[in-house]
């Protein structure tokens, strides 16, 4: 039996035991939804796949089930059938089995995988087929330049975000409590494009980055690049990451003693298990969007039933959007059906409430939601930047590592 196969078979089968919870008699009456997607539960990208889009994929699946499926217009509900396979952080895996969900298994709708270069990997074959596909984990400039209007992105954009970091370390500059940046990226499509824009916005801001060093997506050494940065006298460390490289980075600063001020991490900063792994991450900056204290509407509902199900916190920074592109797919079904075309259409006219606050998409961006800076502080990933919507105030320098 393949791969494919025995995932195919072991996902289904999981959805089948969680939707028979459900009355036989509208079981009997209504046929699934079936949504497609891959999500990487092994190779680079696991980590961040595990932690922001699949725990959100099958709580909102939960959810709808338990009041008897997804509310399809003219039809009343029909219970959530998930297909998908891991698809091992590898791009032509994920193009194969998305090009067979629209072509083999003819899927209702679908739901992207994790990361930048993984969305761009399939969002041409969800643009061939007409399929909508809310991107909660998707970071480029690009977006809105290439010829994709079935794709959308819910998250902040390279531009946006280090419009904020910028933002926060001209202030802190100001405030005599840094001097020295440097820039340490990942070599991939998120990290190049990241750091391109974190030279445009820090020029604007009127700063410069004294270095700015590149490592391959999977890197296992990080220590030359700290100890560079050490010795140089930076006081203020950018990292463009993803969580294992952030991960590994934060554990090899304690190694090699070095403690910045400012420690300023892209994805995995704001996850949970980041702030328990390293007790010392009190004063850690990263990207943030969202924790339970903001105004969103049912942003603490969310929170305590993502905890209830899952036993553990979403991040604070993707997770919020991941959800909130499932309440968007919502609300589209349960007002024109599953209509792709009118789907689309209603994505590209409305603004929609979700948890993560208003979002609304311009050529395929959400233009709604701000580039944001957060800090651990005492348990909780406060948005520091911008003042506008803090929920805390930035802690500089941050303590030493524990």
């Given at each position: ?50 932690i ?17 499926g997804?509310?399809v ?9 998930f ?24 899927v ?41 209007p ?30 020295k ?37 999977g ?97 604070r ?21 599953l ?53 805390g105030?930035?802690?500089v ?6």
């Amino acid at each position: 039996m393949s791969m494919k196969r025995r995932e195919f078979l072991k996902t289904t089968a999981g959805a089948a035991a969680a939707l028979g919870t459900l009355r036989g008699r509208a079981w009997g009456q209504a046929k699934p939804v079936r949504i497609g997607y891959t999500l990487s539960a092994t190779g680079p990208y696991s980590v961040g796949a595990g932690i922001t889009q699949g725990p959100n994929y099958t709580l909102w699946q939960e959810q709808a089930n338990a009041k008897g499926g997804l509310l399809v217009k003219g039809q009343g509900r029909r219970p959530i059938e998930f297909i998908s396979i891991d698809d091992r952080s590898e791009h032509e895996t994920a193009v194969r089995f998305y090009e067979k969900l629209a072509t083999d298994d003819k899927v209702d709708l679908m739901l992207p995988p994790w990361g930048t270069a993984m969305n761009f990997a399939v969002a041409p074959i969800a643009n061939k087929y007409g399929y909508p596909l809310l991107g909660p984990t998707a970071v480029s400039n690009k977006i809105k330049d290439l010829q994709l209007p079935y794709f959308y992105a819910l998250l902040q954009q390279p531009d946006q975000i280090m419009g904020a970091f910028a933002g926060i370390l001209k202030e802190l500059k100001a405030q005599g409590k840094i001097s020295k940046i440097a820039i340490a990226y990942v070599n991939d499509l998120f990290g190049i494009e990241l750091n391109a824009s974190a030279a445009t916005a820090l020029k604007e801001a009127g700063l410069e980055a004294v270095d700015v060093k590149s490592y391959p997506l999977g890197v296992k050494d990080l220590s030359p690049v700290l100890k560079g940065f050490k010795a140089a006298g930076v006081d203020a460390f950018v990292g463009l990451t993803y969580p294992p490289d952030n991960i590994l980075a934060t554990s090899q600063a304690k190694e090699v003693d070095w403690n910045p001020p400012v420690w300023l991490a892209a994805v995995g900063t704001a996850f949970p298990f980041y702030r328990d792994r390293f007790k010392g991450a009190e004063g850690v900056m990263g990207i943030a969007g969202w924790n339970p204290k903001v105004k969103s509407a049912g942003a603490k509902e969310y929170f305590d039933a993502h905890v209830k199900k899952h036993q553990k916190e979403p991040d604070r920074w993707a997770s919020a959007f991941a959800y909130a592109s499932l309440q968007i797919l919502e609300r589209c079904v349960a007002e024109v059906g599953l209509d792709r075309k009118k789907i689309k259409e209603m994505v590209d006219s409305t603004e929609f409430r979700t948890v993560a606050g208003p979002i609304r998409f311009v050529k395929g961006t959400n233009v709604s939601t701000p580039g944001m800076v957060g800090q651990w502080q005492k348990g909780e990933f406060e948005i520091v930047w911008p003042k506008s919507l803090a929920t805390g105030t930035p802690v500089v320098p941050k303590p030493a590592w524990a």
